[in-house]
């Protein structure tokens, strides 16, 4: 039996039935290929634009923001939403495009690559400074990058490859040395990996620096009421101060869908995050709004705990239950469930079923990671009957206590039901989820990732043995050969079949089911312009303003 015994006591409710790739080249700069980023919505509309509309300074913007983000600190940070308040207040080294090419922001160009892959050489901007006044420079990217790779519980350092030493060449050259070649480490600096911190801050804060990060960007920190908002107000350190137009930017954590829409329509909030797909629809008749569309990079599946019983970044120690010892009993759960009847039914249409972690549009994609695993209940029924275990099994799930995730979690339940599998849903807090899959505590819970331009992002941290975001506590030797190989790789084809052969594997051992990607649906009133989103999931507002107001 699959015993429910979380180790703190919760309320269980047992509720009814593209990628663009920056493949590092073996010597001179590194070529970007293009392809489409993203999923396959149809009318994809990615930034509402200032064109030729007048652009009114000040002003005070409000975002409704659909949870709650953790800390704000992005050596630790694993929140989408920490992602887009971090947007406009601390700057990447590189970024991403509409169309998913990876750019420049803090570097002032692509990186070098010599000594067969393992140097990696990159300028950075001068005459920069952070929000407290400190001079940003190649020592002060160092500072960050070695952070980065030493905290204790960061979650970049899987991200940035094998690296063994990082200097500045002089005060505007990072050098990057590596063990062996990491052709993903350019995609990685346009996350999280290279956002740069203040050396001052870090000096005087230490592992307190989220509490009131310092970056460089056009906005700078202000406060954060816990659970009600977060504010940033204009800079006037920004090395470009006629880009950033408003005097403050208020993120309001609106948790409710409905309300979000509600308030969007009244005008009290300018921009809204995660439109419900209940409500897409009606919001796009509106003359006053638009609604930004894209598809995604990444995923949303059900981690399945296998050896995470001390806590991300500790030795995986094997879960004795079946759910977790037995590769069998997971796979029917998966065969359980009947993903583009569920993306239809419970999204009418607006997410794309995901069976791996690499996205269908991406370059590295093939036949092996488009592949969904059979839908088959009888079959699943079966797999339980062979494994001895009990049916009905059950099966405790966390999930976030948003409406359409629990709506989401219901359909599924209900699905499993046929293949055998009962499961209890639990609902909770948003950023009570992100603890608990960082603990190690929880049975099962239902999840995503916004995705990487590179899918890399997507595999590294999660599947390899240790890494920075393994909530599973799963650990393949082979799996992590294949991801250590296709990093190395620059062969566009080497790596799609690299990680063909890996898809395979974690279909066979389902650490993580697979299920659909989201589709990046944000409100905004026809009153703010400049607003962006991208197939990278983070909502942009650091170029946007209040412009006079026009009807459609």
């Not at 392809?35 to 634009?49: F, I, L, M």
């Not at 204009?234 to 869908?257: L, N």
Request: aromatic share 6%; hydrophobic share 35%.
């Amino acid at each position: 039996m699959s015993p429910i015994s979380p180790r703190r006591r919760r309320t269980l409710l047992a509720l009814p039935a593209v990628v663009i790739a920056a493949t590092l080249a073996l010597t001179a700069c590194v070529p970007v290929q293009r392809s489409k980023a993203g999923g396959t919505t149809a009318g994809t509309v990615t930034t509402a634009a200032i064109g030729d509309q007048q652009v009114q300074e000040g002003g005070d913007l409000v975002m409704a923001l659909s949870a709650e983000p953790d800390r704000l600190d992005p050596t630790t940070s694993s929140s989408l939403y920490t992602r887009y308040v971090m947007e406009t207040m601390c700057q990447k080294l590189y970024d991403i495009d509409a169309e998913g090419t990876i750019v420049p922001m803090l570097a002032t160009s692509l990186p070098t690559v010599t000594d067969g892959g393992k140097t990696v050489t990159f300028p950075v901007r001068t005459g920069v400074r952070f929000a407290d006044g400190t001079p940003f420079d190649a020592a002060a990217v160092v500072t960050t990058l070695e952070r980065n790779l030493t905290k204790a519980d960061s979650s970049r350092k899987s991200e940035m490859g094998p690296v063994t030493d990082v200097s500045a060449v002089d005060d505007h050259t990072v050098r990057l040395r590596y063990a062996t070649p990491f052709a993903p480490i350019t995609a990685a600096l346009a996350d999280r990996a290279g956002m740069v911190m203040s050396p001052a801050a870090l000096a005087d804060e230490g592992d307190d620096f989220g509490d009131a990060p310092v970056c460089v960007g056009p906005y700078k920190f202000v406060k954060r009421v816990p659970q009600t908002s977060i504010t940033v107000e204009k800079d006037p350190e920004y090395y470009d101060p006629s880009s950033a137009h408003f005097d403050t930017i208020t993120y309001r954590i609106i948790t409710d869908a409905s309300i979000r829409a509600a308030n969007l329509k009244s005008g009290d909030v300018q921009v809204a995050d995660t439109i419900s797909t209940q409500d897409v629809d009606d919001l796009r008749t509106r003359k006053d709004l638009t609604v930004l569309r894209t598809g995604s990079l990444g995923y949303q599946g059900i981690t399945v705990n296998i050896g995470n019983q001390d806590g991300v970044g500790t030795d995986p120690k094997q879960i004795d239950t079946p759910l977790a010892e037995r590769a069998d009993v997971r796979r029917a759960l998966s065969m359980s469930i009947n993903r583009a009847e569920l993306v239809q039914s419970v999204f009418h249409g607006w997410a794309d079923v995901a069976c791996s972690p690499v996205p269908n549009t991406s370059v590295f994609a093939s036949d092996a990671s488009k592949a969904c695993p059979a839908y088959d209940p009888d079959k699943a029924k079966r797999i339980l009957a062979k494994a001895g275990v009990q049916q009905p099994f059950p099966i405790e799930m966390e999930v976030t206590n948003t409406p359409d995730t629990v709506r989401f979690a219901q359909a599924l339940q209900s699905q499993a039901r046929a293949g055998g599998f009962a499961i209890t849903i639990t609902p909770v807090e948003y950023t009570t989820l992100l603890d608990d899959q960082t603990r190690g505590d929880f049975q099962a819970l239902q999840l995503g990732w916004s995705g990487r331009v590179d899918p890399h992002g997507n595999i590294g941290g999660f599947l390899s043995t240790g890494g920075g975001n393994n909530y599973a506590g799963y650990s393949n030797p082979e799996v992590d050969d294949l991801i250590t190989r296709a990093s190395q790789s620059t062969d566009e084809q080497e790596r799609a079949d690299l990680y063909g052969q890996m898809t395979t594997i974690v279909q066979r051992d389902d650490p993580i089911i697979y299920l659909y990607r989201t589709r990046s649906i944000t409100g905004v009133r026809d009153d703010i312009a400049g607003v962006s989103t991208y197939a990278d999931g983070v909502v942009r507002l650091s170029q946007a303003a209040f412009v006079e107001g026009t009807s459609k």
